[in-house]
């Protein structure tokens, strides 16, 4: 079974342009993460998906971060325009259900550096 | 809201022998589940193991086990044995139990290396 992959999996860009990172989730999880490391500082979450609906974006910065989840299945995490604060690296992760005890599998991570 | 803290940056331990990692968290809530994931260099990160905060039994999996202190708020992992392929950035998670909450509050993260 494929894991949760990421694209792509590294990215420099200016400031003021836009990025926009890919989450592929294990297939059959309707739940899907996006989570944030900035240099130096914790893993911090941004928001989660069921299936196609924002269920929490308490984490979303600001408005020049949109996610989505077209159809459920895959995920786009979009930052327009990019400021230097948003370098780090962010996380996409799925799970089945949304349960407490449910693990959350993981993605390698996308590393956003803006210049 | 919840806090974690790891106030251990980096660990290091010889092969074969254990290591204790620390990790405090601060919640008001009664229903929870405590994490360790463990992300190797430039690999995924993945789940250690888990307890639930119900639970009074330590979890083990293996060389991994926890130190669970409900009352104190510590959770912290022993790795048992240590070998090479545990050198590992370490991060301890909460998450609030039932199903309105699905997100993880990570600490800060210990780096953990293992000498031969």
């Known amino acids: 079974e494929a894991g949760v992959t990421q694209f792509p999996s590294h990215s420099v860009i200016e400031k003021g342009q836009t990025v926009t990172l890919r989450c592929d989730p294990i297939s059959g999880h309707d739940n899907l993460y996006w989570y944030r490391r900035v240099m130096g500082k914790e893993i911090k979450f941004l928001l989660h998906?069921?299936?196609?609906?924002?269920?929490?974006e308490s984490g979303m910065p600001n408005n020049r971060f949109l996610a989505e989840r077209t159809g459920g299945t895959y995920s786009t995490l979009k930052v327009q325009p990019a400021e230097l604060e948003d370098s780090g690296v962010y996380f996409c992760?799925?799970?089945?259900?949304?349960?407490?005890?449910?693990?959350?599998?993981f993605g390698p991570g996308t590393r956003l550096l803006v210049l | 809201a919840q806090t974690v803290t790891q106030s251990q940056p980096e660990m290091s331990v010889q092969e074969a022998e254990t290591v204790t990692l620390s990790c405090t968290y601060d919640t008001s809530e009664s229903d929870y589940y405590l994490f360790w994931y463990k992300q190797p260099p430039s690999r995924q990160m993945i789940l250690v193991i888990r307890q639930e905060a119900y639970k009074q039994q330590n979890a083990t999996e293996n060389r991994f086990s926890v130190n669970f202190q409900k009352a104190a708020k510590s959770f912290s992992l022993k790795i048992s044995d240590s070998q090479l392929g545990d050198a590992a950035m370490y991060f301890c998670?909460?998450?609030?139990?039932?199903?309105?909450?699905?997100?993880?509050?990570f600490g800060q993260g210990t780096i953990l290396t293992v000498h031969p």
């Open positions: 998906f069921v299936k196609e609906s924002k269920q929490d």
């Open positions: 992760a799925s799970s089945p259900t949304p349960r407490g005890e449910e693990t959350q599998y």
């Open positions: 998670a909460y998450r609030t139990g039932g199903t309105s909450y699905g997100k993880l509050t």
